[in-house]
């Protein structure tokens, strides 16, 4: 099988109308943002921080009602802070803040990164269930006056997941897709720990964000095709930045003859094109994601986004290792890879499979 690459133009391509002028409107309220920044770093002192924070919260305040009222009929597109109730809200915020800050170390942001995807399974699964339910008897290490037991209750998710298929876009979305693994074994009667599927997917970093190519390198990649067709599809990244990624894997299924029952794909911060994008150019792709973000700059990071979350999730960049499959689980150390156990035979199946 061929390399795989997507341009850019490929994706803009079904943007309509309507989807582009939304998208200048919310760069034209970004670049606000960035002229309230340059003014305020131009002349910082205590009068004029008071001013530029009123300034901030006014334009990100603005962004929020516009990022609404765009998204309001994209049924496709799930945001945690418009699709849940508003007393969870404070919590993803933080949350999200966390994350963002350049003073987060590895380990509590990699602590965050599992809370994010816990509460992302549940924004998808949660309210899916309805009233079939699921009964858990634990047995307790409470002996006296007799071997002790518990009974818990939880929705029941298995005619969702008894399909479903975990797909890794390499390299910072590794650890995603195994705590999303965790809480679909964790809620399944069965205790069904998801097959896994390695995509060694990257984009070009030396061009800019309207010509970037999306390159899909069977070398280092570990995926079944036919294990695929008729399945449910989840992918997990933690930065949707562009669309292309994921764009680029459905589009080399597609050309295979492969068609899954469904897909769905989650991340912690997605910029407002990138969602627009993928659900204008993919038919059966439900997008959900913690936080929405107004744009990318022109090498197609996020803004205001993480950073580079491989590199906050991994450590720094190792030329020609950085999507060595053993090399990112050696990287996370024992304490990942013993709560992630199961999902570490999976991959190891697969793996060692194509071998």
């Not at 590199?311 to 689980?329: F, H, M, T, V, W």
């Amino acid at each position: 099988m061929e390399t795989k690459v997507l341009q850019a133009s490929d994706l803009d391509g079904f943007l309509t109308p309507d989807d582009k002028e939304n998208i200048v409107k919310m760069n034209i309220l970004y670049d606000d943002v960035i002229k309230a920044v340059k003014a305020f770093t131009a002349g910082e002192n205590a009068v004029q921080r008071d001013e530029f924070e009123k300034i901030l919260i006014e334009l990100y305040g603005k962004m929020g009602k516009l990022m609404q009222e765009i998204l309001k009929d994209q049924e496709r597109i799930h945001v945690y802070s418009f699709n849940t109730p508003r007393y969870g809200h404070a919590e993803v915020s933080r949350l999200i803040a966390k994350l963002r800050d350049k003073k987060t170390e590895r380990e509590e942001f990699i602590y965050y990164i599992q809370r994010a995807y816990e509460l992302l399974f549940h924004l998808a699964y949660g309210g899916i269930a309805g009233e079939k339910k699921n009964y858990l008897i634990v047995e307790t290490p409470v002996t006296n006056p007799v071997q002790n037991y518990a009974v818990h209750k939880i929705p029941s998710i298995d005619d969702h997941v008894k399909d479903s298929i975990m797909c890794v876009m390499l390299r910072g979305a590794l650890l995603p897709c195994m705590i999303m693994s965790k809480e679909i074994e964790e809620y399944s009667s069965t205790n069904y720990v998801t097959p896994f599927m390695l995509f060694n997917i990257h984009r070009d970093d030396s061009k800019k964000e309207h010509e970037m190519e999306y390159i899909l390198d069977h070398h280092g990649s570990y995926f079944d095709l036919h294990q695929m067709q008729g399945k449910d599809l989840l992918f997990a990244d933690p930065m949707n930045a562009t669309g292309g990624s994921l764009v680029t894997i459905v589009r080399f299924l597609e050309e295979n003859n492969i068609h899954p029952r469904s897909i769905k794909f989650f991340n912690i911060v997605s910029s407002l094109k990138a969602s627009i994008r993928i659900t204008r150019t993919l038919k059966n792709v439900e997008v959900y994601t913690l936080w929405m973000d107004p744009g990318v700059n022109t090498k197609a990071y996020i803004l205001p986004g993480l950073g580079d979350v491989g590199d906050r999730i991994n450590g720094p960049y190792k030329e020609g290792a950085s999507r060595n499959i053993i090399q990112l689980l050696a990287d996370y150390g024992a304490h990942i890879t013993g709560l992630y156990r199961s999902q570490l035979e999976q991959i190891e199946q697969v793996v060692l499979k194509k071998q």
